[in-house]
């Protein structure tokens, strides 16, 4: 069986974004760019799966500008068998992403689709969503456990009560959440393979897609400053300034 993992170049989470003095956006200029922690983690499974002999192969795909061969090169040092690049403007959004991806699946026939639950730029979490929608596959959303079993995936899912197990048939799209583990560092021996894995270049014409917007952006805005926050010396003193300050109790 084949697992494709999507894999989408975003700002690093450790930079401090800053909006555009146009208010179009947010800068990308001279950004540290990275893959997307969530999708670090969808790789991560596709590899523990394949090591567990679940699987034969590790496919990633990018969509977004040359630059997402990067990115893809990153989820190969960590150990995925070879990679297909969509070349795409930045703010593909993600109903194209999902169309897209629709078409590669088509091509590759993978018994599995992990991918991020949502992508740390635009906060999104729709495309696997959508994806699963347009295949016609079963979804599972913010999974914290992923078991295969034959042609059913056991999913541990993260939901505001706690966790919800259910049982999918595969083919099956399935978004990671944080806590399913713990994404492996490449080594440097594996950063030098992957340097020779190929990455395929696949157009959005080629694949027949009409990525057009369907979103526009009106404005983009720094978040308000927040005030300084005080320290409080004991519980009682906490207590009084919520109940008379805050009146919040
Ligand atoms: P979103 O719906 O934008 O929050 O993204 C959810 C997940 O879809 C991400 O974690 C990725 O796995 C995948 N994804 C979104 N955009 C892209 C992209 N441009 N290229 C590859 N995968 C993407």
């Given at each position: ?76 040092a ?12 930045h703010?593909?959004?993600?109903l ?5 991806l ?7 026939e ?75 560092y ?64």
């Amino acid at each position: 069986m084949k697992i494709l993992v999507p894999v989408k170049r975003v700002i690093d989470y450790n930079v401090k974004v800053r909006v555009k003095a146009d208010q179009s956006g947010v800068e990308l200029a001279n950004v540290k760019m990275a893959m997307n922690p969530f999708d670090e983690i969808a790789v991560e499974q596709a590899l523990r799966i394949k090591e567990a002999g679940q699987a034969d192969e590790v496919v990633l795909v990018s969509v977004g500008p040359t630059q997402s061969q990067e990115t893809i090169r990153t989820g190969l040092a960590m150990g995925a068998d070879r990679g297909i690049h969509i070349e795409a403007a930045h703010e593909t959004e993600p109903l194209a992403v999902a169309k897209l991806l629709k078409a590669v699946i088509e091509r590759e026939e993978p018994g599995l689709v992990l991918c991020g639950k949502q992508a740390i730029d635009d906060d999104s979490n729709q495309t696997g969503q959508m994806l699963s929608a347009l295949l016609g596959w079963s979804q599972a959303t913010f999974a914290s456990g992923v078991e295969l079993a034959g042609d059913k995936a056991k999913i541990i899912r993260e939901v505001d009560g706690g966790l919800e197990h259910i049982t999918v048939s595969m083919p099956t799209v399935v978004s990671v959440d944080l806590r399913l583990n713990e994404p492996r560092y490449a080594s440097l021996p594996n950063i030098m393979k992957a340097k020779k894995k190929p990455i395929d270049s696949v157009s959005v014409e080629e694949l027949g897609v009409d990525i057009t917007s369907r979103l526009q952006v009106l404005k983009v805005e720094e978040p308000e400053a927040r005030a300084a926050g005080i320290k409080v010396g004991s519980v009682n003193e906490l207590v009084e300034k919520l109940k008379n300050e805050a009146k919040v109790i």
